[in-house]
Structure formats: structure tokens, C-alpha cells
């Protein structure tokens, strides 16, 4: 048996610990959707086999947000979703190990996970942890953080649900500080999260350690607008063409 599959055994990521303990296998569970149906919505209920508010990761990497929020919040259930099959694959030995029943991971880009498996009005919560930036000017059509898909966002959650929103890059950070506030009452959050002080992210830590800027921030939805206005709105505010250059150091891949 691996070293890393032993009982008992805590995993590190830099010198921090990835939430929760490995488990003795008998109590292995299974989180990984292998494949996601051709047509949506999930049926959430179903899949978790109980009604729970429901919190979203996008672009949920390896799982470290979502292993820890599973620890600590048994009563609410958690999903996770990453175009990368790869780090599914590692969130969900993660969670597997740890035993987790409240968690589930699916690869999947985030605009098309709003648009085709999610119900209006039926997620509490939604996480967007460090969106590629795309510093290449042929590729910055791909940034997720547009508009439209912050329309989609207000649209998935429940009324007043969190968004929660952070970043290493500037001017992407400038570029939503002009947008998010026009779908969600949104303030910018001062110093790391309470909850995990080290981080939350394996990119906010490595981040942290190479001196790069955090930039954080969280809102509710607006009730006063409408899907109707939200979706007009979305089609008139700028996409996120901006330009900004990465460092060496910053280690994204392009």
C-alpha cells in the first residue's frame, strides 16, 4: 500500500495540510460523476440522496476548498467542477479516502455547467477560485468571468446566495470590481479568509509564497433584478479583453 494510502496518513501541498485524514478503506466512499448525462438539470436531490443547500465550486482544482467546507459543514452538500480531468481525479481520491458523503466531482467547463445542469434559483452558494487570466491575446476569448456568465451565476443562485470571488491577477481583479457589483451586492474581503488563514487553494498558497497580491471579494445576488434585465444587462457591459502580462514565476499554463 502507498504511503499516502495508509490509514491516519495527512497529505501536504507547500508544508500545508490538505484538510481531513485518510480513512481505513472500508470507508472509502465514491464522489466522482464519471460522466455527465447529454441533457440537464441534475437532480441534486438524487445524486446526494437527501435536500441540502448546495454550494458550487468552479474550477474547483485538486478540491481543497471543497474537502475542508465537506469537513466542516456535514449538513450541506458540495460539487465541484473542473475542465481538467486530471485534478478530478485527485479531489476525488481526496474525498473518496476521507470518506466523505456530502461532495461530488464532475469534469466540466463552469459556463456550460450553469447553463445545462443547474436549476434557476436552486444553489447557495457559488466559489470562483483564481480564473486563468489568459495572457495571450488570442486566447483571452476564454476567460470565464464575462458578462453572460455572471448573469448565469445570478440566475443559479438562490435568493440573496453567496458568490464568492478571488484572484492573484490585477487587472482581472479591476476588470470584476466594474462588473460584479452591477448583479451582486459585492464588498472586497481584507486579509485571508477566516476559515482557512493558509489558504484555501492550492494556487492561493503557492501564490502567497511567491509575493503575488490576493485579491478577494464576496456578494449576494440583487433581488430587484429580474432574469429578464439580468441577461440585457450582461449583453451590454463589456467582455474581459483587457491586457495583462504574466511573470515567469506565476507559473500558469497557457
Excluded at 445570478?154 to 481583479?173: A, C, I, M, T
Amino acid at each position: 500500500m502507498a504511503k499516502y494510502d495508509r490509514p491516519g496518513d495527512r497529505e501536504f501541498e507547500y508544508g500545508v495540510p490538505i484538510p481531513g485524514r485518510i480513512l481505513p478503506p472500508h470507508l472509502w466512499t465514491k464522489t466522482g460523476l464519471k460522466k455527465l448525462p447529454p441533457e440537464g438539470p441534475l437532480d441534486f436531490v438524487a445524486i446526494f440522496g437527501r435536500q441540502a443547500r448546495l454550494v458550487l465550486d468552479i474550477g474547483c482544482g485538486n478540491g481543497r476548498f471543497l474537502l475542508a467546507s465537506a469537513l466542516r459543514r456535514p449538513e450541506v452538500d458540495h460539487f465541484g467542477v473542473d475542465v481538467l480531468p486530471v485534478v478530478i481525479r485527485y479531489a476525488t481520491r481526496r474525498a473518496n479516502q476521507r470518506g466523505l458523503k456530502n461532495i461530488r466531482f464532475a469534469v466540466c467547463g463552469g459556463y456550460e455547467f450553469l447553463e445545462k445542469y443547474v436549476k434557476p434559483h436552486s444553489i447557495a452558494e457559488i466559489h470562483v477560485y483564481h480564473p486563468q487570466p489568459y495572457s495571450a491575446p488570442k486566447k483571452r476569448c476564454r476567460r470565464l468571468l464575462t458578462p453572460q456568465f455572471l448573469a448565469l451565476v445570478h440566475r443559479s443562485l438562490v435568493p440573496k446566495g453567496l458568490f464568492v470571488l478571488q484572484s492573484d491577477n490585477r487587472e482581472y481583479w479591476n476588470y470584476l470590481l466594474s462588473t460584479v457589483p452591477v448583479f451582486f451586492e459585492f464588498e472586497e474581503q481584507l486579509g485571508p479568509w477566516p476559515d482557512m488563514p493558509e489558504g484555501r487553494t492550492r494556487r492561493e498558497i503557492y501564490a502567497r509564497r511567491k509575493g503575488l497580491p490576493i485579491f478577494r471579494g464576496y456578494g449576494y445576488a440583487r433581488e430587484t433584478l429580474t432574469g429578464e434585465e439580468v441577461w440585457r444587462i450582461s449583453q451590454t457591459m463589456p467582455p474581459p479583453v483587457f491586457e495583462t502580462r504574466l511573470q515567469d514565476f506565476e507559473a500558469w499554463e497557457e
